[in-house]
C-alpha cells in the first residue's frame, strides 16, 4: 500500500501539501522498505546470481559461472522431485484442513458460552512456541510410549499404536499433527476477528427467514468472512510449504525416515550448508521462490469477488 | 395470518434489567398495531420477543393458537424488517428477496413469480440484479420489505423501518406500508418511537412507557381521551400543554375556575356535569392540560365569551396554514415522564398555541389568547391517570 500513497502525492500537480504528504508517504515507507531491502532483496539478488555459479562454502578452487549447470543438476536429482512432491502433499493436505481446523475452532470459541475466553487462550498459546520447541515437545508425546499412542491405545484398544517418527508410512501424519497444533491459533484468531464483524442482524434477519444453524453459517457466516477465509487459505499455503523446523528436528534424520518428510527446504539447508555447494542451494532457493510465486498467483484466480 | 397474543409478558435482560413488565396485548387478525414510546422504553425488546430474537422471561406468548415461548425464530412463521434492514450483503436484491422461499423450498417457478411481483409492487425491477450496496436509502428500505412481503407469513414485524430514511421518503414510505398492509391483510406489529407514524398508520396504537404499556387505543380515542400525562403529553404534536392549577368547584348555574399562575381560567358548568369526578378535587391542587389547536388568538375566535388569559410571546413559528405561538405564563410546570421531551422546570411555563395564520400576533407583544376550556384535560397529581368521568 505504501508505494501507492506516495505515487498518488507524487504525480498530483505538485501543490505544498501534496509534496509534503508524498514526503511523509516516503519517511513511513522508508524503514519497512530500507529492512526489506536488506534482508530479502539483497540476499535473493546474491542467491539468484550465486545460483549461476559454482561457489562452495568452503573450497580452494575460484568461483566460476557455470550457466544453467546447478539448475539441469537439481532438476535431473530425483531428490528434489520427491521433496517438491513431499511439499505438495503436505501443502494439500495441511491448506484446506488447517483452515478447516481454524474456522471449527473459531466458531466454537466465538459462542457466548463460559470459558470460551480460556478456550481461546489454549488454541492460541502455542503460536507463542518456536517451531523447534512444538517439535521438540511432541517428540516426547509421539515416542511409541509416549502420551499419544497411551491415549491411542486405550481408544483403539491396542489396534492403533504407531512408531510414529520411525515408520515411514506415519511420519508424514505426526508432521502434519504437529503443524496443525503449532499454527492453528494463528488462522483461528484471524477468523475469529472476521466472526465479530459479521453483523448481528444478519443472523436474525436470517433466523426469521426461516434459517436453522447449518444454513446461517452457510449464507451470513461463510460470505461474511470470505476474504478473511482467503487470506487464511493463502497464507497457510505459502507457509505450509516451508515446512522445515518440525522435519528437520523430528524424525531420526532429518528428511527421513526414507525420505519421507523431505521438503525443498530441507533439501536447499543440506545441499547448501550440510554439504557446503552454496552455488547450488541457491539455485534451489530460486526454484522453491518461483514455485511459491506460481501457486500464490494461482491460488489468487480463486480469490472471492466483492 | 393469524392473531398475536402477549400475556402477562416480561423481560429480565441478563444484567438484570427488567425491560418489560406484564405486558397485555391482544392482536386481532388482520390489525396493524403500532406499538409507540420515547427510546429506551422496550419497543424493540417486545417485537423481538414476538420474532422469538429475544427469550422470554415469564408469561405466554401466542401466534394463532400456538404457544411459541419455546419456539424457533424460523419456526414462528413471521417476516420481520429491521431498522437497519439487514440486507445480505453477498446475495442480490433478486436473492435478498427470495431467501425465505429458498429456504422454504418453494417451487422456483413460484418463488420467481412471487419475488418479481413483490418487485413490481414495491417498484424495485430495475434493482433485481443489483447488491444491496448499490442501492439508494430508499431502495433499500423496499428491499427488506420486498423480503418480508413475499413470505406472505403469519405476521409482519417492524422495528422502526422508516427512521433511516429523509423526511420527505419518510411521509411517502408510510402511506406506502400502511397501504400495502391494508391490500394483503397481515396482521402487523410496527414500532416507532413518532407519535406521529403511529398515529397515521396503526388502526390501534399501543403506548408504552418504561417497560409499561400506558394505554391501547385507537388514534383517535388516544388522542381525544388519554388514559394519563405521559399519553396527554406523548401523543399529538405539539404536545399537550401540561400546568399544575388549583380548581374551583361550580355548580347551581355558578361556573368553576381553574387557577393557571396568578391568572384564572372559568370552567363551564357542563364539564363538571359530563365529569362528575371532578367533584373530589374542589379546591384542590389537580393537573391539566391544554392541547396547541385548543387555544386561538382572543381578536379571532369564534365564541368571544370564551376565557382569555395572557402572556408575553416569545417565539412565532409559522407554518403556513397556521402559527405556533410560544408565550410565557407564571404557572408551575409539569414533567410528563417523556425523556425525549425537554421541559425547563421552574415557576414560568411556556404555552405553545396554535393559531390562525391570520392573527397579526408578533413576539415581545402580550398575547391575549382565548381557551376552549371544554375540551381542558384533568388528571390526577399524585396517580396522574386522567379524570374522565
Ligand atoms: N441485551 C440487553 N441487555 C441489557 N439491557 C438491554 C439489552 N437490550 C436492551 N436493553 C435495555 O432495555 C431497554 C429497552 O430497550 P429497547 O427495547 O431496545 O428500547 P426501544 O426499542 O424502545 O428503544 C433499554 O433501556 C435498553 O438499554
Ligand atoms: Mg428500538
Known sequence: ?306 | MATITLDKINKVYANGYHAIHDLDLDIADTEFLVLVGPSGCGKSTALRMIAGLEEISGGEMRIGDRVVNEVEPKDRDIAMVFQNYALYPHMSVYDNIGFALKLAKTPKAEADRRIREAARVLELEEQLKRKPAQLSGGQRQRVAMGRAIVRQPAAFLMDEPLSNLDAKLRVQMRAEIAGLQRELGVTTVYVTHDQVEAMTMGDRVAVLKDGHLQQVDTPQNLYDRPDNVFVAAFIGSPSMNLFEGVLTLGGGGQEGSLTLGSQTISIPEKVFEERPGLAAYDGKPLIYGIRPEDMEDASLASQPAEPHIHGEVSLVESLGAEILVHFGVDAVPVDSGDPDAVVELGDTAVVVARFSPRSPIRPRQTAAVAVNSERISFFDPSTRLAIWD
Not at chain 1, 511409541?144 to 515411514?168: C, K
Open chain 1, 1 to 306: 500500500m505504501q508505494p501507492a500513497t506516495v505515487d498518488n502525492g507524487a504525480s498530483s500537480s505538485g501543490s505544498p501539501s501534496n509534496r509534503s504528504r508524498a514526503r511523509a508517504g516516503l519517511a513511513f515507507a522508508s524503514p519497512a522498505v530500507v529492512l526489506l531491502t536488506l534482508f530479502m532483496v539483497v540476499p535473493f539478488g546474491l542467491a539468484a546470481v550465486l545460483s549461476f555459479t559454482n561457489r562452495k562454502l568452503l573450497s580452494p578452487l575460484p568461483t566460476r559461472w557455470v550457466g544453467l549447470d546447478n539448475y539441469t543438476d537439481v532438476l535431473g536429482d530425483s531428490g528434489f522431485w520427491g521433496a517438491l512432491q513431499n511439499n505438495l502433499v503436505f501443502s494439500a493436505i495441511v491448506m484446506p484442513l488447517q483452515t478447516g481446523l481454524a474456522l471449527l475452532l473459531a466458531v466454537l470459541v466465538n459462542q457466548k458460552l463460559k470459558g470460551s475466553v480460556l478456550f481461546r487462550t489454549i488454541y492460541f498459546v502455542p503460536i507463542t512456541f518456536s517451531l523447534s520447541a512444538a517439535s521438540i515437545i511432541w517428540l516426547v508425546l509421539l515416542n511409541p510410549s509416549g502420551m499419544l499412542n497411551t491415549v491411542m491405545e486405550v481408544v483403539t484398544f491396542g489396534a492403533f499404536a504407531p512408531d510414529w517418527l520411525n515408520d515411514p508410512s506415519y511420519t508424514m501424519a505426526a508432521v502434519i499433527i504437529v503443524s496443525l497444533w503449532a499454527s492453528v491459533g494463528f488462522q483461528m484468531v484471524i477468523l475469529l476477528a472476521a466472526l465479530q464483524d459479521v453483523p448481528k442482524s444478519l443472523y436474525e434477519a436470517a433466523a426469521v427467514d426461516g434459517a436453522g444453524a447449518w444454513k446461517r453459517f452457510r449464507n451470513v457466516t461463510v460470505p461474511g468472512i470470505r476474504h478473511q477465509l482467503f487470506f487464511v487459505a493463502t497464507i497457510t499455503m505459502i507457509l505450509s510449504f516451508r515446512l522445515f523446523d518440525q522435519v528437520w528436528i523430528m524424525p531420526p534424520r532429518p528428511g527421513g525416515p526414507l525420505d519421507a518428510t523431505n521438503t525443498i527446504m530441507v533439501e536447499l539447508v543440506d545441499t547448501g550448508f550440510e554439504r557446503g555447494q552454496i552455488g547450488k542451494g541457491s539455485s534451489i532457493a530460486v526454484l522453491f521462490f518461483l514455485i511459491v510465486l506460481f501457486l500464490t498467483i494461482f491460488q489468487r484466480k480463486f480469490e472471492p469477488a466483492d
